[in-house]
């Protein structure tokens, strides 16, 4: 997958889950704060000022930044599965 487009696509899946979290926090059917913190970890990959969030948000609640660290490596081997990269540790 080229580069460009592999950024536009984490660019769009991000902000889409933090469109879905701001809906959620006013709409009883959705998990707001969850849907934030999905677009965050998407988002800290390209903006440094979600990676600085993400970061406060880990050490103020440590259990949640544990939760986003499994969440977040889960997401990659599925992604490199999807997209046929070899497992780089």
Known sequence: MKAYTKR????????AFIVLGILGLFLPILQGVLFLLI???????????????????RERFPKIGRTADLATEKATAWLRRITGQPKTD
């Open 8 to 15: 536009i696509l984490v660019l769009i899946v991000g902000w």
């Open 39 to 57: 677009g965050l970890i998407i988002l800290s990959s390209e903006y440094v000022w979600a990676h600085r969030l993400l970061t406060k948000v």
